[in-house]
Each structure stands twice: as C-alpha cells, then as structure tokens.
C-alpha cells in the first residue's frame, strides 16, 4: 500500500489535475463503496480504477471478474490496473466518453457505476459530462456510486433530476470519506421522454 501511495504521489506532482488522490483508498473505504452494488445480473462500471484498491474490493464483493470494466484514463494506472486484474476488462479511457466506450465494448445492462473520480476538483463543465454520462447508462434505480472528502454532496442531484444521499461514512480513511449513492426516480424515463 505505501508504493501504491508513493506513486500516485509521484504521478500527482506531474499532473495534479489528473490524479485526485495522493493516497491510496483504505480497504475500508473500498469496501464501503462496493457494499453499495446491488446484487443480480447486469455489468459493473469503474471509473477511475487507480491503483485498484476498490477494484479488489468489488471482486471481494462478489462482482464476476467478466462483469467488471474499469475506465483509467493514465496510461501508468491502466498498465498496472491490466497486469493485477487478469480477467477484468480494463480499459484506457476518459469517463467523459463512457457511452461510446460501453459500445464499443458492447456493453449495454449496466447495474452500478463506481467512482473513485475527484469531482469536486474538476470544472463544473467536466463534472457535469462525467456524471451525465455515467446517469445516461444507468436504468432508473441503478446506483452511481462516488465517494467524497467533502461534506456535501459531490454530484448536483438537481442538476441530473437524481435522488441520493450518504450510503455510508468512512471514518478509517485518511482523510475521512463519505461514499454517495445517487439514483435516478422511476420517473425519470417520462420526464425525459415528454
């Protein structure tokens, strides 16, 4: 876990608007967030794999190693994401072109998006085609799961027509998260459609 750390650190300090950590995830952390995937049939999406602490931790969940796409878009954590994960589609992408990247991969039944992406960092403008991209491919009900360091929400739920709210606070992260589940209503679909 700490060369984990040291490099992301490393690759930090050569782009810091690229990478929103500079530690690892705790297991804790991890696990709070893969709790969230609901269970049943249906493709699991990662966005931001990292150094893969929560994709070790949605396996450990139960999530089928072909069911998982994990979305890196640093060239370093993709090639280390692809190495420990044999099995795992790991794909070198950008969360703002998710839909394209699902079709091509032919992936069409996504049950939950995990995030580990630092929005709140981002431009609104990013933050809004990542999250819009992410809700696009979700059924009404289907999570999108995110963490945050922040007390408050890291997705606009009125922006997206989303409902969410705290899943669960990790106190033993570094530093303390909060792991967010947002969902669109089942009305969601009409809206849209009128």
């Known amino acids: 876990m700490f060369s984990e750390s040291r490099l992301l650190f490393k690759l930090w300090l050569k782009n810091p608007r690229k990478i929103g950590a500079v530690a690892v995830s ?17 493709w699991v999406v990662e966005l931001g794999g990292g150094t893969g602490s929560v994709t070790r931790a949605i396996l450990k969940a139960g999530v089928a190693r072909d069911k998982l796409l ?10 280390i994401l692809q190495d420990r994960y044999p099995g795992v589609r790991v794909v070198h992408g950008d969360a ?9 991969e032919g992936i069409d039944h996504v049950k939950a998006v995990v995030s580990s992406l630092p ?3 981002m ?27 922040s007390l408050f ?17 990790v106190l033993q992260n570094l530093p303390p998260a909060s792991v967010w ?9 009409r809206r849209a459609a009128e």
């Open 181 to 189: 589940v947002y969902r669109k209503p089942a009305t969601h679909t």
């Open 26 to 42: 705790s297991p804790e952390l991890a696990g709070a967030m893969a709790r969230q995937i609901p269970r049943g049939p249906g």
């Open 70 to 79: 994990v979305v890196e878009r640093d060239p370093t954590l993709h090639r």
């Open 96 to 104: 703002m072109q998710l839909q394209a990247v699902l079709r091509r």
């Open 153 to 169: 929400s890291p997705i606009s739920r009125r922006l997206h027509g989303v409902e969410g709210g705290v899943g669960e606070r």
């Open 123 to 149: 431009k609104r403008t990013i933050q809004y085609r990542i999250t819009a991209q992410a809700f696009a491919c979700l059924q009404p009900g289907a999570p999108l799961i995110q963490f945050t360091y």
């Open 119 to 121: 929005l709140i960092s």
